[in-house]
């Protein structure tokens, strides 16, 4: 269905940078993706993607918010 797609779509908000600190800290102790998800209100996935999508050797809060911001500018 379009409108329940469009709704779903409308509530979806970007990581903040205090819950990217929160997935630096569960993940460096070694808590599973699913939990840390749990925590912070966030389906797996989006942790997951979160974590992929910026860590070069380890994932940085800071480096991951300022990679956002770039790519919202393009």
């Known amino acids: 269905n379009t409108t329940r797609r469009k709704t779903i779509m409308s509530q979806y908000h970007h ?3 205090l819950e990217r ?8 102790e070694g808590v599973s993706i699913r939990k840390i ?3 912070i209100h966030r ?5 997951s993607r979160e974590l992929r999508r910026n860590k070069e ?3 940085s809060p800071s480096k ?6 770039s790519r ?3």
């Open 15 to 17: 990581l903040t940078i």
């Open 64 to 69: 991951a918010d300022k990679k956002y911001a």
């Open 72 to 74: 919202r500018k393009d």
């Open 37 to 39: 998800g749990n925590d």
């Open 57 to 59: 050797k380890t994932y």
């Open 21 to 28: 600190e929160r997935i630096f800290l569960l993940h460096e």
């Open 43 to 47: 389906s797996p996935s989006t942790i």
